[in-house]
């Protein structure tokens, strides 16, 4: 609601603008900036907006998972060369087996999860040097993954609240919370579990999957 209401007080600002564009007390570049940023609010309303239906979908509908065998190695390459060309300022690292072959999993589903952490991990990167690792193998009958950045802010989270469906630790993260609980929801559904935690070798922010397989 707070954005909505920024936004609708910004929409009202930009056209009084005009006049003063036309007369030169304002100048483009102020306005382009301006409508950067409510670009930018936008698209997370419309983000926010998003995983509220999807959160209402799950809970409010019998959903099942339509599991195939997938080449996991390949799915998870796959999301990393896409995210590593997308941010080419981030620092990406590889830590993927290829020689993983086949996992029955529900393809569509489980890739979300992927998508949602590796979009959680550009968010939450240091600025400064950004760097995420994809780690993902198979070990005592289980696949294992982990999506790992360097950012601190599992410093000042509460990480046993962190899946729950509107965990709200400041005003801008209820998004966040809405996405992870749906991804607790399908690794729940593929009879395995998602953690987060802090990474023993770098202190980094971490959060691990495994699913088992056979």
């Known amino acids: 609601m707070r954005i909505l209401l920024v936004i609708l007080f910004y929409t009202t600002w930009l056209s009084f603008t005009i006049d003063d564009l036309e007369q030169k007390t304002i100048s483009q570049e102020e306005i382009g900036n301006e409508l950067k940023w409510l670009s930018a609010q936008l698209?997370?309303?419309?983000?926010?907006?998003?995983?509220?239906?999807?959160?209402?979908?799950?809970?409010?509908?019998n959903v099942t998972l339509f599991k195939e065998k997938v080449r996991i190695s390949y799915l998870l390459e796959t999301e990393f060369d896409i995210y590593s060309r997308m941010y080419e300022h981030i620092q990406f690292i590889n830590q993927i087996d290829s020689k993983m072959w086949f996992v029955e999993i529900d393809k569509i589903q489980f890739q979300q999860v992927i998508?949602?952490?590796?979009?959680n991990a550009v968010k939450f990167a240091n600025p400064k040097d950004p760097t995420i690792i994809l780690k993902a193998y198979k070990k005592n009958g289980g696949l294992h993954?982990?999506?790992?950045?360097?950012?601190?802010?599992?410093?000042?989270?509460?990480?046993k609240r962190l899946f729950e469906k509107y965990s709200i630790w400041n005003s801008w993260s209820a998004w966040l919370g809405m996405w992870l609980y749906l991804c607790k929801k399908i690794v729940d559904m593929h009879g395995g579990e998602i953690t987060a935690l802090t990474s023993e070798n770098l202190s980094w922010a971490q959060f691990a999957i495994k699913i088992p397989v056979h």
């Open 43 to 61: 698209i997370k309303t419309g983000e926010l907006i998003s995983k509220i239906f999807s959160v209402q979908y799950f809970d409010t509908h």
């Open 115 to 119: 998508t949602n952490l590796l979009n």
């Open 145 to 159: 993954i982990s999506i790992e950045d360097n950012g601190k802010w599992f410093e000042w989270i509460d990480i």
